[in-house]
C-alpha cells in the first residue's frame, strides 16, 4: 500500500505563490506516475500536472502552464507543485495523486489519493 499526504495549502492574494507538497510512503517502489489534481466547488475533478517517477517529461494543463511547476524529491519521497502568478480561478481543494502504470497525462486511471489540501486566492 502506498499512502500519500498532502500539506502546504493556504490563502494568498491573487499573483502570490505556494508550493504543496505530497509525501509518499509504503510501498513507493511501485508509484510509476505522480500526480495533482484539484476540484473547485461546483466543479469536477481536473488533473493539473503530471510526471514520471523515473525522470522525464512533465505534463501541465493550458491554465497552468508557465505558472506551475511539478518537481519530486526522490530522496525524500516527496512531490511538489510549485504555484506561482496565483488567479482566483486556482481556488480549489489539491490533491496529490498516484498509480502503478499507464500513461502519466491521462488523468482517469489515478487510483492512490491523498486527502486534499486547500488553496484559496483572493482578488
Known amino acids: 500500500q502506498v499512502q500519500l499526504v498532502e500539506s502546504g495549502g493556504g490563502s494568498v492574494q491573487t499573483g502570490g505563490s505556494l508550493r504543496l507538497s505530497c509525501a509518499s510512503s509504503?510501498?513507493?517502489?511501485?508509484?510509476?506516475?505522480m500526480g495533482w489534481f484539484r476540484q473547485a466547488p461546483g466543479k469536477e475533478r481536473e488533473g493539473v500536472a503530471s510526471l514520471y517517477t523515473a525522470g522525464g517529461s512533465t505534463y501541465y494543463i493550458d491554465s497552468v502552464k508557465g505558472r506551475f511547476t511539478i518537481s519530486p524529491n526522490n530522496a525524500k519521497n516527496t512531490l511538489y507543485l510549485q504555484m506561482n502568478s496565483l488567479k482566483p480561478e486556482d481556488t480549489a481543494m489539491y490533491y496529490c495523486?498516484?498509480?502503478?502504470?499507464?500513461?502519466?497525462?491521462?488523468?482517469?486511471?489515478?487510483?492512490?489519493w491523498g486527502q486534499g489540501t486547500q488553496v484559496t486566492v483572493s482578488s
Open positions: 509504503g510501498n513507493t517502489y511501485s508509484i510509476y506516475c
Open positions: 495523486a498516484a498509480k502503478a502504470g499507464g500513461i502519466c497525462s491521462t488523468y482517469r486511471e489515478y487510483n492512490i
